[in-house]
């Protein structure tokens, strides 16, 4: 079946400092990449998204380029800022059936002042 | 535009107890998808609906279960409570098809003692 594996965290950073979070998956067919984050206390908000192999997702200073070859989708900041810290979440949907996500289980990312 | 709101915020039961989770979808979405987020866990789907039927199931017993009502808003029930059922639910909208964009609200988290 389909599944997502993250890096185990907890990652700490000092501010300004170059992020990376793996993110490797397994899926049939071609699934939809997302990766969400979620603040202490709230739910999921979108971070960013690749539809098809090769494509690059990015928002606020965040991306990930969805490698089909290498199965993975690794979320990459070049200078993390202390409001960064949260947890991060890569998740997908296959394209067929239900449309279900399946999430991993979650890095934390602490960065410090 | 409203996102997607939950009620309530938090909640506290007794094991074997039933409750009610409520979702108002995002305006447009008329797809809603429910998921059970254990501490310290990524979310696990539930179960998703559409046009007011249920259209895919993850692995929950049938004590879960669900209604959409024709505004596309959604509750989620779950009966005989357990303490293992005590986490966060989150509640999600999209539209049907698209690049299958899913939208939290902010989670109404049960605890069962």
């Known amino acids: 079946g389909n599944s997502v594996t993250q890096m185990e965290g907890p990652v700490t950073l000092s501010e300004e400092a170059f992020l990376t979070i793996n993110c490797t998956y397994t899926?049939?067919?071609?699934?939809?990449l997302f990766w969400y984050v979620q603040y202490p206390g709230e739910g999921l908000q979108l971070l960013l998204k690749a539809t098809k192999a090769d494509d690059k997702g990015s928002n606020k200073g965040f991306e990930a380029t969805y490698r089909k070859e290498t199965t993975s989708f690794h979320l990459e900041k070049g200078s993390v800022q202390v409001s960064d810290s949260a947890v991060y979440f890569c998740?997908?949907?296959?394209?067929?059936?239900?449309?279900?996500?399946?999430f991993g289980t979650g890095t934390r990312l602490k960065v410090l002042a | 535009e409203t996102g997607v709101t939950q009620s309530p915020t938090h909640l506290i039961k007794t094991r074997g107890q039933q409750v009610t989770l409520r979702c108002s979808s995002q305006?447009?979405?008329?797809?809603v998808s429910w998921y059970q987020q254990a501490l310290g866990q990524g979310p696990q789907f539930i179960f998703q609906y559409y046009r007011e039927e249920e259209n895919g199931r993850g692995n929950f017993p049938p004590r879960f279960s669900g209604l959409q009502f024709p505004n596309y808003s959604s509750e989620l029930n779950v009966n005989a409570l357990e303490l293992d059922d005590s986490a966060l639910y989150l509640c999600a909208s999209r539209e049907r098809g698209g690049d299958y964009e899913q939208y939290f609200g902010p989670g109404t988290r049960l605890t069962v003692t």
């Open positions: 305006s447009g979405h008329n797809t």
């Open positions: 998740a997908l949907v296959s394209t067929s059936g239900t449309y279900k996500y399946i």
């Open positions: 899926a049939t067919g071609y699934p939809s």
